[in-house]
């Protein structure tokens, strides 16, 4: 029970953070402002599927990863449903943002979320090495801003602009199996990562 609500926060925090990006007009600052979502997960101690899958092998899946990633996404829906009636508008540009994401050729997807788990990798271990310092800290934000600005395609993060985004059961079925990729390819992204540098 402790972690799937320990998920479910963290999903929360990174709905917090993809609501922020969408409603900044400057997508840089909104890049460096989504960031408060990991930097409130590693300060909190809280489970991203993300920040867990890179330690899968070390740790023997303890905590369970799909688990956190079950969790992220009950987090994530709930925010972004949240968001969703308070902010309707919100929806028409997540909808932008989404149709270029599922639009992609599946080679760039995988691509894309594999490069993406490679930084959150970096700036989760990062973290876990120099817990509340400057190098701690600043890790995360130029990790997050960095595969924001890029277009990387992260799992957790994309739950929510599906989520914001979705209108038919069809679109739901396209999005789960974009999601589903995005979270394979990011895991490998974090498992190869701390192979080459362990």
Request: hydrophobic share 55%; with cysteine.
């Amino acid at each position: 029970m402790v972690i799937l609500k320990k998920s479910v926060a963290a999903g929360l925090m990174i709905g917090i953070g993809a609501t922020i990006y969408l409603l900044c007009e400057n997508k840089i600052v909104g890049a460096i402002l989504f960031s408060v979502g990991l930097f409130a997960i590693c300060s909190f101690g809280m489970y991203l599927f993300t920040g867990k899958i890179g330690y899968i092998i070390n740790t023997k899946n303890d905590p369970n990863c799909a688990l956190i990633w079950l969790g992220n996404l009950i987090g994530s829906t709930i925010m972004s449903i949240a968001v969703r009636i308070a902010k309707p508008d919100i929806h028409t540009v997540a909808a932008d943002i989404v149709a270029k994401k599922v639009g992609q050729n599946w080679i760039s997807i995988i691509l894309l979320s594999f490069i993406c788990g490679i930084l959150m990798y970096v700036a989760v271990d990062n973290f876990v090495k120099n817990p509340h310092t400057v190098s701690g800290i600043v890790g995360i934000f130029l990790c997050v801003s960095v595969f924001i600005l890029c277009g990387f395609e992260h799992s957790i993060a994309d739950i929510n602009y599906c989520v914001l985004a979705v209108s038919s059961i069809n679109e739901a079925l396209q999005y789960l199996l974009f999601l589903v990729v995005v979270s394979i390819s990011n895991g490998l992204g974090a498992l190869a990562i701390r192979w080459l540098v362990k």
